[in-house]
């Protein structure tokens, strides 16, 4: 697990643990929490990715250049769409 991967366990740890009742009872809130920390920093991942094609499609000399990034765009968002879909995040 890296730096980031720590962090955010950390931080859904720190978030079971006085949400919920003491003891191993925090762990399923952990779970959950934690889960939904990871998919939303994937798809912070993926936003980001967009706005950077969106500058470089603004920023391009040519048509087909403006095609490739638009495609590389919807890409993403159906990529974000699926991520909602498949884990149930809104």
């Known amino acids: 697990m890296n730096e980031r991967s720590k962090k955010l366990a950390d931080q859904a740890q720190y978030y079971a643990e006085y949400t919920t009742p003491q003891g191993l009872e925090?762990?399923?809130?952990?779970?959950?929490?934690?889960?939904?920390?990871?998919?939303?920093?994937?798809?912070?991942?993926?936003?980001?990715?967009?706005?950077?094609?969106?500058?470089?499609k603004s920023t391009s000399c040519n048509e087909s250049d403006r095609r490739w990034h638009e495609g590389k765009i919807v890409h993403f968002r159906r990529m974000i769409d699926k991520t909602k879909d498949h884990f149930g995040v809104e």
Do not use: D, H, Q, S
């Open 26 to 56: 925090w762990l399923p809130a952990f779970k959950e929490r934690f889960f939904k920390v990871m998919t939303k920093e994937f798809i912070g991942l993926l936003e980001y990715e967009i706005a950077m094609l969106e500058k470089y």
